[in-house]
């Protein structure tokens, strides 16, 4: 009997060791189950480079369309030809213009002799009439003479009038170049009905490009390192170019939510062809520093985009704006200090004043 007092004490001793033995164990697993990595949130410098398309734009551009219709009668420049500003690159003929300005010319001339007549009998009248002799002419007959000499001022301004305009509208018969340039396309060719229907001419100005690219609206506030940009193009692959920038379109599309910035490219070499599609490098960074952190820290869901802080011991949710996307991270902005604690890995999950360990992961 004692043998087996004995046998049984020794048993329960064993199972008391042991359960003590595990106990420990499960307490660290639930402590390790309940852990939650967090880091030190800390402000830094915010740099990107970026590569966009782009497109190279004559600096200047004209389609040339004749104002009043007619047959072509000298074309002296096609495709790929240099003009100067003023050069004659066509002459049209219209016959019913040239007969039109001759008539109008007619009128003139019968207008202007027919006033010059009324004026001189006037004047003699007027001279008359402050004569000492008193009679010689009625005062009926000198009002009107004058009144004759101001209907035929009247009748030669307006024929003057009209023939001046005919006279510039016959100049619309010669086509100049409005600038410097090179001649991009001709439409017709000598003996053809030409009309304000379709240009004759697109004349482009080459010595200086364009360089335009939407910037999409998260990028638009960062600044550029300096203002000069390197770009490529598909035409030579093997070398690079570089633009100064000369403008920036201060709004968004609303289409595409990106902002045109406008670069310019010296072209004196004929290096480069308007139309040509590029790649712009852009060089982003901030003014101020910013807080970039993990794309894990961040939690979306469908009413909100936040990370979670611990502040006095409980998760907090903090509504947060994204900004640009960076080797080290993701900007964000939001209600944040340099020195808050976040989650590494932010869930809906975890709901604002749960609590749990912390770990700082280094």
Known sequence: MTKLIFKLSIVVLCFSACTEKKSPQNAATTQLTDTVPVFILSSSEVNKSIELPAELLPYETANLTPKVEGYIKEIRVDIGDKVSKGQVLAVIDAPELRTKFAEYNAALSSAQSKYQSSKDVYERLYRASQAKTSGIVAPVDLEKSRNQKLTDSAAYQ??????????????????????????TARNADRGALVGQSSPIFTIQNTSTLRLRVAVPETYISAETKGKDVDFRVESNPDKRFSAQLARKSGAIDPKNRTEIWEYRFNNSNNDLKAGSFAYVKLNLQRNSASFVIMPSAIATNQERRFVIALKNGKAEWVDVRQGMSTENGIEVFGELNAGDTLVVRATDERKPGSEAFWKVKK
């Open 158 to 183: 307006s024929a003057k009038s009209l023939a001046q305009s005919y006279k510039e509208v016959a100049g619309y018969l010669v086509i100049t170049a409005p600038f410097n340039g090179v001649v």
